[in-house]
């Protein structure tokens, strides 16, 4: 009996101090996003050596429709981010099909190539890039970020959606082809919706990278604020035209924050199912 108490009382303990642990970073994730908060309604937060604002308004959301390109900079992310999005999810459906169920010549040594190029760093490419921009009259151009965004999203979730696919029984495909269906018609009917958990994450995902994606757009969205995405234009309130205004700046990081918040909530079934599930089997 006495041993069974100590267990229990040990089991206790464990338990206690893990929930320590977890409320302890819980606490330290949202101290940064409360602050910001703070910081969107503070009045007149000009300098990084401000800690808490003493006086609160909503005059810098007024200013961000009044003042500056936000409204322009949210349009513009939101529409490369969607776009984004659609073209990752038919390059990936189809890609990681290919990979899942079809068998060809050096289909190993492609998925191999696939996750080579994840391991190369996307800053040593840069220049490369901006040569090929250049090249193709892509500079300053929304469609030039699409294009780059929906190549480098698509393939960094190839990997993560083929552990999806590889859990949904072959023997779905061969059934449809018996019953005369192409594989195209196999993919559209019967494997894509199986695989919504997965699709969701691949959504959320490519969209999330695009929206966020800095490097690349800094470097070829270099002309016109209006022509900016969000990312871009963030970083003029507090370099450039806008001088340092932090309270802008966090305002405008709130509600750009809002379309991914949406996004996300919207398919959270789908994206932890889509997680979970997608981890079984690589």
């Known amino acids: 009996m006495k041993t069974i108490r100590k267990s229990s009382r040990k089991d206790r303990a464990i338990q206690v101090l893990i929930h320590c642990l977890l409320l302890s970073l819980v606490v330290i994730t949202l101290i940064p996003f409360a602050y910001i908060i703070l910081m969107a309604f503070g009045k007149d937060v000009v300098g990084t050596a401000t800690t808490i604002p003493t006086e609160y308004s909503f005059d810098n959301f007024a200013r961000l429709f009044t003042e500056t390109n936000f409204v322009d900079w949210i349009k513009n ?26 068998r060809f010549l050096g289909k190993r040594k492609l998925f191999n190539f696939i996750l080579l190029v994840q391991i190369f760093p996307l800053m040593l490419s840069m220049v490369s890039i901006f040569r090929i921009f250049v090249m193709l009259g892509l500079l300053n151009d929304l469609k030039g970020l699409i294009i780059i965004n929906a190549t480098v999203s698509s393939a960094g979730l190839v990997l993560l959606a083929k552990g999806y696919f590889d859990t949904i029984p072959y023997e779905l495909d061969e059934a449809a082809m018996v019953d005369g269906a192409t594989k195209f018609q196999t993919l559209v009917k019967i494997i894509l919706p199986l695989a919504k958990p997965m699709l969701a994450v691949v959504a959320i995902q490519s969209f999330v990278i695009a929206y966020n994606e800095y490097a690349i757009a800094s470097t070829i969205m270099t002309q016109g604020l209006d022509g900016m995405p969000l990312a871009v234009g963030l970083q003029s309130m507090i370099v450039g035209q806008y001088g340092t205004n932090w309270s802008l700046y966090c305002a405008a990081s709130v509600l750009g924050s809002i379309p991914m918040i949406v996004l996300f909530y919207s398919m959270q079934k789908y994206f932890i199912g889509g997680l979970t599930e997608g981890s079984v089997k690589m």
């Open 77 to 102: 992310s939101i529409i490369i981010s969607l776009i984004t999005m659609v073209l990752s999810v038919l390059f990936v459906s189809v890609s990681v099909y290919v990979f899942s169920r079809l």
